[in-house]
């Protein structure tokens, strides 16, 4: 496969959207941009719902691959998560399927796999593989995102590579995101080898900064050619004198969804 040059980034007005909108083009690709909201200081971005198959499809068009941030990246209801994940990322694969894309990259998350208690000790890192524990219904729509992102390329042959993101922001805020923090650097290393890699069928991998304290395998994510360079260690002197280490004793402190397994924050739109 051709490198990808064009890439659909959906979420672009979001968090990780706007990091990876400063950061992407320095390995090369040309964006073009999607979300429910304008993005600031781009106005030719695509405003749309990932529920307007039309505009979906018209955004799809010409691409050579789609990173698929958009999104409730939060909980929310069954029915608002239904349309916006559940109906939106499926609305995107079938106009990925469509325009002939062939490969997406879709940000799955820790929450798929939220109430995997965190290992403790000399426990072994979670691997890739472990079973489905949802932590919300927003976890449980990460989970049907990955399960079609493996139907379409059993029977479309479109790629997908499944980033189980940890934590992506610009700084670790809490004793837990020490183990689970993805630098933005990192995070965009990750997506570019998650572009270019050959042949990665449906491939799900964790995503995460080569963390001290890290609690998952990196295994998968490394074979596509992604080698992190950031640890969270630095900001752990400070988040552990603020907050203290983690109770063995607190359920929101026992999985590795962390607060999201006993008091998940509620989206607020
Ligand atoms: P965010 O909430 O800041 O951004 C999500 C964007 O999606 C927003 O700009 C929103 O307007 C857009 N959006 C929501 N519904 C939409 C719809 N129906 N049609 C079009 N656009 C829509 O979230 P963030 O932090 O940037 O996360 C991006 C993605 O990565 C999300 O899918 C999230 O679930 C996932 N993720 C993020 C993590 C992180 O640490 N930031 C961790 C794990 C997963
Ligand atoms: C996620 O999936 C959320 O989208 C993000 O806002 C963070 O809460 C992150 O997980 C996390 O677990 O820290």
Same mark, same amino acid.
């Given at each position: 496969?051709?490198?990808?040059?064009?890439?659909?980034?959906?979420?672009?007005?979001?968090? &990780?959207?706007?990091?990876?909108?400063?950061?992407?083009?320095?390995?090369?690709?040309?964006?073009?941009?999607?979300? &429910?909201?304008?993005?600031?200081?781009?106005?030719?971005?695509?405003?749309?719902?990932?529920?307007?198959?039309?505009?979906?499809?018209?955004?799809?068009?010409?691409?050579?691959?789609?990173?698929?941030?958009?999104?409730?990246?939060? !909980?929310?209801?069954?029915? *608002?998560?239904?349309?916006?994940?559940?109906?939106?990322?499926?609305?995107?694969?079938?106009?990925?399927?469509?325009?002939?894309?062939?490969?997406?990259?879709?940000?799955?998350?820790?929450?798929?796999?939220?109430?995997?208690?965190?290992?403790?000790?000399?426990? %072994?890192?979670?691997? $890739?593989?472990?079973?489905?524990?949802?932590?919300?219904?927003?976890?449980?729509? *990460?989970?049907?995102?990955?399960?079609?992102? #493996? &139907?379409?390329?059993? *029977?479309?042959?479109?790629?997908?590579?499944?980033?189980?993101?940890?934590?992506?922001? %610009?700084?670790?805020?809490? $004793?837990?995101?020490? +183990? =689970?923090?993805?630098?933005?650097?990192?995070?965009?290393?990750?997506?570019?080898?998650?572009?270019?890699? !050959?042949?990665?069928?449906?491939?799900? =991998?964790?995503? +995460?900064?080569?963390?001290?304290?890290?609690?998952?395998?990196?295994?998968?994510?490394?074979?596509?050619?992604?080698?992190?360079?950031?640890?969270?260690?630095?900001?752990?002197?400070?988040?552990?004198?603020? #907050?203290?280490?983690?109770?063995?004793?607190?359920?929101?402190?026992?999985?590795?969804?962390?607060?999201?397994?006993?008091?998940?924050?509620?989206?607020?739109?």
């Amino acid at each position: 496969m051709p490198a990808p040059r064009t890439v659909l980034l959906t979420g672009a007005a979001g968090g &990780l959207g706007t990091l990876m909108r400063d950061l992407l083009p320095e390995y090369g690709y040309t964006l073009r941009l999607l979300d &429910l909201h304008p993005v600031d200081g781009a106005p030719g971005a695509v405003v749309a719902d990932l529920a307007d198959k039309d505009a979906v499809r018209e955004a799809v068009r010409g691409v050579d691959a789609i990173i698929h941030l958009a999104g409730i990246s939060l !909980e929310a209801s069954f029915d *608002k998560i239904l349309r916006a994940n559940i109906e939106g990322t499926y609305n995107l694969y079938e106009a990925a399927r469509e325009e002939g894309v062939r490969r997406v990259v879709f940000a799955s998350s820790n929450h798929a796999v939220g109430y995997t208690p965190r290992p403790r000790g000399d426990d %072994p890192l979670i691997p $890739v593989d472990t079973p489905r524990r949802p932590d919300t219904f927003y976890g449980l729509s *990460k989970c049907f995102g990955e399960d079609l992102a #493996q &139907l379409y390329w059993d *029977k479309h042959g479109l790629e997908t590579v499944s980033v189980r993101i940890g934590s992506c922001f %610009p700084e670790p805020t809490s $004793v837990r995101m020490l +183990s =689970v923090w993805m630098s933005p650097a990192d995070g965009a290393r990750l997506f570019h080898a998650a572009l270019t890699a !050959e042949d990665v069928g449906h491939t799900v =991998v964790h995503g +995460s900064s080569a963390n001290t304290r890290l609690w998952w395998d990196l295994t998968s994510a490394r074979a596509l050619g992604y080698e992190p360079r950031d640890d969270s260690e630095p900001y752990a002197r400070k988040l552990i004198a603020e #907050q203290g280490e983690l109770d063995p004793d607190d359920p929101a402190h026992a999985c590795l969804g962390g607060h999201f397994v006993t008091d998940p924050p509620i989206w607020p739109y």
